[in-house]
């Protein structure tokens, strides 16, 4: 204890990092059974149409997923477990009506029921999920959340029949992600804030209007019914966050002063580290859902050589994604390093990434089933354009983070882009276990590559990093 009076000294404490909590681990379980759904979307029947449902269908619970995460990134401790759980049910019953959707819009069935499922899951879910935020707060990181317009084509589309109703989801999911890359956090703030003050004036001039006019009998003025400006103010104030007896963001200033207090758009933004955290964790899910898948297909198979070595490739092709995304990458995308791209950015590219390993995952399990025996050109188009399209995002982010330099300084990344299309286009002899097995090769090669480049960047005696140096951020 120092002098009387004397205040102690400030002591820095160090910053907790925030991680998932059990609840938010529970929610990303939902994940594992959409994913498997729709593996089955491309496992029965390979065309255009086929994938084209899928990626739609995909995207569709990848925006559902996303708007409960970036819920709970922002909310923290404030997170409600019963809304994540709804949510979550949300998202379950889409999953469940996968197979009843493909068989009627693929297969011209009559489960006519399992599309209006679907649709009105999805439209619940993220109308519920965007209304989750506390009144007032604006998303900067990634608006669309809070936004609702790509659900409209999904309402329209209850009243309509195939085909038409797969190209009003298609129409919203895509509704949706051109407002992820277009719209501004701080261009909605702005646009929030000018129509609250629109809001807040006219509903002043309202009751100046009211107070002004005659009265009753004995001098008190007559009431008139409240304005619709009115109306929204005073539900804001009522569901309005009141701390220290004060509205949040200042104090009194008569009824319209508190209104505007209580209305004013607060910016919100996400946790980076949080954020990390979960897509990583997402992209996890959906790699072991690609194991899950090679051991089941591995289990209805006869064993022999061939099936051995397909099952060894696949699971070593796993794992050097898992590498490349979790290890060495960022946010589950590889090569990506924390602060290289904006929120928005990078959660565009962890849908990418995520739909290209999930359609890799369907591929392997084609692979285990063949053995031996050469794969059909559907199938080995699947896996080998799956794992060319996994590269070349790598090698675009490469590029990103170290700018012009990489491209001459990353050419080794190419290797995984040219050798799948290779063996897509010149590997119709080959069995599926030796062509799985070259790209296995590929991909442990980068696995290699990079962490020798991490190594390098570590080095103190080494001046210049390496193209996997966290400093390249």
Known sequence: MGPAGEQPPAVDLPEIERHASWSELFFDLVAVAAVASLAHLLATELDWASVGLYAVLFLAVWLAWTTFMLYGNVAGSRTHVLRLLIGMFGLGVMAASVPGVAHTLLDGGHEERAVTVFAVAYILTRVYGAQSWRPGEVLLDFPVAQHTIGVLPWVVSLWTHPPV?????????????????VVSGDDMLERYSSRMDQLTARGDRARDRS????????????????STADRVATVAEGAGEVEGGTPRGGGFAGRGGRVRQVLKPVPVATD??????????????????????????????????????????????????????????FAGVPHLRGDAVVARVGLALHCVVTGVIATVSVGLASVVEHGSEPLGTGPRWLLCGAVAAYFLIGQVVAIVVLGRVAVVRTLWISSGVVVPLLLGLLGGPLPASLLTAVIALVVVGQVAVEARLEGRAGDPSVDEPGPASPSAG
């Open 272 to 329: 980076p580290g949080h954020l990390a955290e979960r897509l990583g964790g997402f992209v996890i899910i959906v790699l072991g859902e690609g194991v899950v898948q090679v051991v089941n297909a591995a289990s209805n198979t006869v064993p022999d050589s061939g099936l051995f070595v397909a099952g060894l490739a696949s699971f070593v092709l796993l794992a050097g994604m898992f590498g490349l995304s979790v290890l060495y990458g």
């Open 165 to 181: 109703t797969v190209a009003l989801w298609a129409l919203g999911v895509a509704l949706d992600l051109w407002l992820v890359l």
């Open 211 to 226: 107070t002004g006019q005659g009265g009753r009998r004995g001098g008190r003025p007559r009431r008139e019914p409240a």
